[in-house]
């Protein structure tokens, strides 16, 4: 199993950001994914979380409308769009599925 992020970078309170996870190694079609992101001196949190259709979605509460997941099942590719995002958003995001783990890609927002 293969998880790889892109999209990070360092951006402007009210920017915006599309986060990237391209996944191999297990059935993606079949699988709900999950972005999760850590601040420093915080434990690791669940974003948003989509399931193996696309038609369920559920996020945390402090991004509820600003955020959106999405996926492409024949890219095998989920998606993180990241609205009006805080200086509070700033952490490593990070892709999960089926116990495996992305290495992770920085957000930070900052002016």
């Known amino acids: 199993v293969q998880l790889v992020e892109s999209g990070g970078g360092l951006v402007q309170p009210g920017g915006s950001l599309r986060l990237s996870c391209a996944a191999s190694g297990f059935t993606f079609s079949g699988s709900a994914m999950s972005w999760y992101r850590q601040a420093p001196g915080k434990e690791r949190e669940l974003v948003a979380r989509?399931?193996?259709?696309?038609?369920?979605?559920n996020y945390a509460d402090s991004v509820k409308g600003r955020f959106t997941i999405s996926r492409d099942n024949a890219k095998n590719t989920v998606y993180l769009q990241m609205n009006s995002l805080k200086p509070e958003d700033t952490a490593v995001y990070y892709c999960y599925a089926r116990f495996y783990w992305g290495q992770g890609t920085q957000v930070t927002v900052s002016s």
């Open positions: 989509i399931n193996s259709s696309g038609r369920l979605t």
